[in-house]
């Protein structure tokens, strides 16, 4: 084998490598060629590169974890966890649905431009606060409550990200997300509040950047891709969602 040069086996495990990096992007969103491209081999991309790109979706496409773009949109998706809708008028529905949950408009100032770690606060301690949350906004208070539902039904790895910071909170006694309730860590007194540690604030920033780059993408995919939200919620037109392996209606 001549010096430099990758072995038979060596490529083709580079090459399954890269398509696992591409996979495992497109089940968070989806994505243009060229989006993949820089994914894969950066901003000093080659045409050659974009080629192999080209085949490695190629691929993904005809084993069916891709789907191919439309017309319209351009980018790629993972079939996998797919909503299904009965019609084009149920799917419509559905992302009014996330985009109301989400967006602002004239009305009122959505999650989309809310402080993203205020908002993992409120997420995290949504029950203890909601009685607050009835005094001080309605329509934020459906936001959260609806968007709390669709994370747990539909996106465990948020989920589990609101649960560690609401760990991490409760045991440093950090204030809730009102900075009114001071969260108790034995039940009974108000704890003193703990010196946080440099090695407590790592772990704080850890989970809330993670936190952050998924919502960002959670929101994109309803504003960008229209994309309604997995899960489901209490005010979900139709309270159903089946989740399943195709994408939207044609």
């Known amino acids: 084998m001549t010096k430099g040069k990758l072995s038979a086996k060596q490529t083709n495990e580079q090459k399954w490598k ?6 495992d992007k497109l089940r968070e969103e989806s994505l243009s060629i060229s989006e993949v491209g820089r994914l894969v081999y950066g901003s000093k991309m080659t045409r050659t590169d974009m ?8 691929e993904l496409v005809g084993i069916g974890l891709v789907s191919k773009p439309d017309d319209n949109s351009g980018v790629y998706s993972s079939t996998e966890n797919k909503i299904i809708f009965q019609s084009a008028a149920e799917y419509s529905l559905a992302l009014k649905h996330s985009k109301n949950m989400l967006l602002s408009d004239e009305h009122h100032q959505g999650i989309e431009d ?20 009835k005094k001080h906004s309605s329509i934020e208070y459906y936001d959260y409550c609806y968007l709390q539902q669709h994370i747990k039904t539909g996106y465990l790895e948020i989920h589990e990200l609101i ?3 609401k760990q991490l909170a409760t045991e440093k006694g950090v204030e809730s997300g009102f900075g009114h309730l001071r969260i108790v860590p034995t039940g009974e007194m108000p704890a003193p509040k703990q010196t946080i540690t ?13 936190f952050v780059g998924k919502l960002s993408r ?8 229209g ?10 037109p139709g309270r159903k969602i089946i989740i399943k392996g195709s994408g939207k209606p044609a």
């Open 18 to 23: 890269r398509m696992r990096l591409i996979l």
């Open 51 to 58: 080629r192999t790109v080209q085949n490695y979706l190629a």
């Open 114 to 133: 809310s402080d993203e770690e205020m908002t993992l606060r409120r997420l995290a301690f949504f029950e203890e606060d909601r009685m607050e949350w």
């Open 163 to 165: 649960r560690k910071y």
């Open 198 to 210: 440099e090695e407590d604030k790592k772990e704080f920033v850890d989970v809330t950047d993670l």
């Open 218 to 225: 959670l929101i994109r995919a309803v504003s960008r891709d």
């Open 227 to 236: 994309v309604p939200l997995a899960g489901y919620c209490d005010g979900c």
